[in-house]
């Protein structure tokens, strides 16, 4: 018993050597750390002076006239903002850090140049400091910046001080009519992308195939005698037509009505299968006009794509208040019906579905391997570039939902 003392102290002291090792490192790593994020933000703004202002400052005023639309701009100004503000938080870490630990190295003088040179042209010129009038849909909007305070109290204190005086303010009633009209703007903007996206493809595909393709493969395929476009459908006219015939044959025998005889069985048994050719010449026509209107749905849905970046932008942003609108139990709740939809025990059968139906709007004969082999890899792929999504990115951006939804599965 004595002798078990001595191991169990050098087990803990060695622990405590472990730990205390590794909260070194880490606080050795902070100064590098901060600068490389205040660089990272540095680089996004400086990517958004080259898209949006031509490689000079962010201006508003001298905006390209993309930018000129009230949502986009409040959208574009929020995003310099948050990396101007993301930046100088943390070169204040950096300089503090380095302060206190001294280590400040020759080979971060280049990025701690260009970011001292960046934030110095964003708070000494205040290129964002100007106040634009933007008319949209009607409605006269200011956009101003906030300008950037170093917080000496802690945050919330700060906030119920900044909201007492937003209450005082005379202007705070426009300022909230402002933003409540800029949500709106957004709102309305993603909204109608939306229900662009799915309806131009849809009506892309629809008239592309009633008055273009299907004309042009009737017109063509008219003294074709191929009736089937694969087997399938072949077999499955068979099962029809081998069905009706055994029908008639049961009629026959349970009706008071005078026995059919076979010449007349025969007669109808062609007509019917003279009525099967003729539906299954016309489903596989089908099937070749869905591949080519197909494509065209999917030309004019990336044509939307591409001529939306301001759309685009707008929907990434409202959707980011969707999402993190939502409390913790609706994103882990979300998350588990997506996943148990798509990579869960019965998803098998719901991907067998899709695929069949996948192969027979385009009039491919369903290959029983393939589907095989697809639900047997693209499941367990999904499932793990969810599961490193949320280990990756979701548990830095919601831990409290990242525990709900592990609290949920248990």
């Given at each position: 018993?004595?002798?078990?003392?001595?191991?169990?102290?050098?087990?803990?002291?060695?622990?405590?050597?472990?730990?205390?090792?590794?909260?070194?490192e880490?606080?050795s790593?902070?100064?590098?750390?901060?600068?490389?994020?205040?660089?990272?933000?540095?680089?996004?703004?400086?990517?958004?002076?080259d898209?949006?202002?031509?490689?000079?400052?962010?201006?508003?005023?001298?905006?390209?006239?993309?930018?000129?639309?009230?949502?986009?701009?409040?959208?574009?100004?929020?995003?310099?903002?948050?990396?101007?503000?993301?930046s100088?938080?943390?070169?204040?870490?950096?300089?503090?850090?380095?302060?206190?630990l001294?280590?400040?190295?020759?080979?971060?003088?280049?990025?701690?140049?260009?970011?001292?040179?960046?934030?110095?042209?964003?708070?000494?010129?205040?290129?964002?400091?100007?106040?634009?009038?933007?008319?949209?849909?009607?409605?006269?909007?200011?956009?101003?910046?906030?300008?950037?305070?170093?917080?000496?109290?802690?945050?919330?204190?700060?906030?119920?001080?900044?909201?007492?005086?937003?209450?005082?303010?005379?202007?705070?009633?426009?300022?909230?009519?402002?933003?409540?009209?800029?949500?709106?703007?957004?709102?309305?903007?993603?909204?109608?992308?939306?229900?662009?996206?799915?309806?131009?493809?849809?009506?892309?595909?629809?008239?592309?195939?009633?008055?273009?393709?299907?004309?042009?493969?009737?017109?063509?395929?008219?003294?074709?005698?191929?009736?089937?476009?694969?087997?399938?459908?072949?077999?499955?006219?068979?099962?029809?037509?081998?069905?009706?015939?055994?029908?008639?044959?049961?009629?026959?025998?349970?009706?008071?009505?005078?026995?059919?005889?076979?010449?007349?069985?025969?007669?109808?048994?062609?007509?019917?299968?003279?009525?099967?050719?003729?539906?299954?010449?016309?489903?596989?026509?089908?099937?070749?006009?869905?591949?080519?209107?197909?494509?065209?749905?999917?030309a004019?849905?990336?044509?939307?794509?591409?001529t939306?970046?301001?759309?685009?932008?707008?929907?990434?942003?409202?959707?980011d208040?969707?999402?993190?609108?939502?409390?913790?139990?609706?994103?882990?709740?979300?998350?588990?019906?997506?996943?148990?939809?798509?990579?869960?025990?019965?998803?098998?059968?719901?991907?067998?579905?899709?695929?069949?139906?996948?192969?027979?709007?385009?009039?491919?004969?369903?290959?029983?391997?393939?589907?095989?082999?697809?639900?047997?890899?693209?499941?367990?792929?999904?499932?793990?570039?969810?599961k490193?999504?949320?280990?990756?990115?979701?548990?830095?951006?919601?831990?409290?939902?990242?525990?709900?939804?592990?609290?949920?599965?248990?």
């Open positions: 018993m004595t002798s078990s003392l001595p191991s169990k102290q050098t087990y803990l002291l060695d622990k405590f050597k472990y730990y205390w090792h590794l909260a070194s880490r606080i790593k902070t100064p590098e750390r901060s600068l490389d994020c205040a660089y990272q933000s540095i680089l996004k703004i400086k990517a958004l002076e898209e949006h202002f031509g490689g000079k400052s962010i201006s508003f005023t001298i905006a390209s006239e993309a930018v000129q639309d009230s949502t986009f701009t409040s959208v574009l100004r929020a995003d310099v903002e948050k990396h101007v503000t993301l100088k938080m943390r070169l204040a870490e950096f300089k503090a850090s380095c302060f206190v001294g280590n400040l190295s020759t080979k971060n003088l280049g990025k701690l140049k260009l970011v001292e040179e960046f934030i110095a042209k964003y708070t000494d010129n205040e290129p964002l400091a100007t106040t634009v009038n933007t008319v949209a849909n009607g409605n006269s909007i200011n956009v101003e910046t906030v300008t950037d305070k170093n917080a000496i109290l802690p945050r919330s204190i700060g906030r119920t001080l900044h909201k007492f005086s937003d209450d005082f303010n005379p202007k705070s009633e426009a300022e909230y009519v402002r933003k409540y009209r800029n949500s709106r703007a957004k709102t309305k903007t993603a909204v109608r992308f939306i229900i662009t996206l799915i309806i131009v493809p849809v009506l892309t595909q629809h008239f592309s195939k009633q008055f273009l393709i299907s004309p042009i493969i009737e017109t063509s395929n008219k003294h074709n005698s191929q009736v089937f476009l694969n087997y399938e459908m072949k077999e499955e006219a068979l099962h029809e037509l081998h069905s009706y015939e055994e029908s008639l044959k049961f009629e026959n025998l349970i009706t008071q009505a005078p026995p059919l005889s076979s010449e007349v069985i025969e007669s109808k048994v062609k007509h019917k299968a003279s009525e099967l050719a003729e539906e299954f010449h016309h489903k596989s026509n089908s099937a070749v006009g869905n591949v080519f209107a197909d494509m065209l749905a999917l004019a849905f990336g044509l939307v794509l591409l939306s970046r301001k759309e685009i932008i707008v929907l990434k942003s409202f959707m208040d969707i999402i993190y609108g939502l409390s913790d139990s609706a994103k882990a709740f979300i998350i588990i019906l997506f996943t148990d939809m798509f990579v869960g025990f019965h998803s098998p059968h719901g991907w067998e579905v899709i695929l069949e139906g996948i192969t027979s709007h385009l009039g491919i004969a369903a290959n029983k391997s393939f589907i095989g082999l697809f639900i047997a890899t693209f499941p367990v792929i999904l499932d793990t570039i969810c490193y999504w949320i280990f990756r990115y979701l548990s830095k951006i919601s831990p409290s939902a990242v525990a709900t939804l592990r609290n949920m599965n248990e």
